[in-house]
């Protein structure tokens, strides 16, 4: 074999791998928030000043054998540490989209870093910047015997040797931050 057998070898493998790649990327667990792109602003909207409600999320590609999903977001930007937002678990397998606003009453929610039992949007404080704001899910081979009002570390306890699958996104908000809403 000679060089060019080599190169036309290595353009195929490379042109292989690169179409295993695409193929496998378009059949992943995904998540993804309609109103904003994954690592941008997220509308004021969803801010805990404003209307605080939490942002439609569309799920795709739930990976076989999921029995429930699970949701946590978080901020790892806050002052304080790791800043929980919102937990949410027992979702339905077949769960492909939560409205705005809204879960299906299977669903099951957690205690927040504020001592909630709900979704408490982006409240960074004033002069510590741009905060990440990530909406991590998980596909659990199990349905969760947690009851409501757990918090994160019961979550992740819970959820422990269950997980199957995880997906996120995040976006970004900053302290005084009132975008143009659409």
């Known amino acids: 074999m000679g060089p060019r057998h080599f190169r036309r070898l290595g353009f195929s493998v490379c042109f292989l791998v690169c179409v295993m790649g695409w193929a496998m990327a378009e059949n992943s667990f995904s998540i993804s928030a309609p109103a904003f792109a994954p690592g941008r602003p997220m509308p004021a909207r969803y801010a805990h000043a404003l209307q605080n409600i939490s942002p439609e999320l569309r799920i795709?590609?739930?990976?076989?054998?999921?029995?429930?999903?699970?949701?946590?977001?978080?901020?790892?930007?806050?002052?304080?540490?790791?800043?929980?937002?919102?937990?949410?678990w027992n979702l339905p397998p077949?769960?492909?989209s939560l409205p705005e606003g809204g879960l299906p009453p299977q669903a099951v929610e957690g205690k927040n870093s504020n001592g909630h039992v709900r979704y408490d949007g982006p409240a960074p404080p004033a002069g510590t910047g741009t905060h990440r704001y990530f909406f991590h899910l998980y596909a659990l081979d199990a349905v969760l015997s947690l009851t409501a009002g757990g918090n994160r570390a019961a979550l992740l306890a819970a959820m422990k040797g269950h997980v199957i699958g995880q997906a996120q996104t995040f976006g970004t908000y900053r302290y005084g931050q009132a975008l143009p809403e659409e």
């Open 94 to 96: 077949d769960t492909t």
């Open 60 to 88: 795709e590609n739930i990976p076989p054998k999921t029995r429930s999903l699970a949701l946590i977001v978080d901020d790892p930007d806050a002052p304080v540490g790791l800043w929980t937002h919102w937990l949410v």
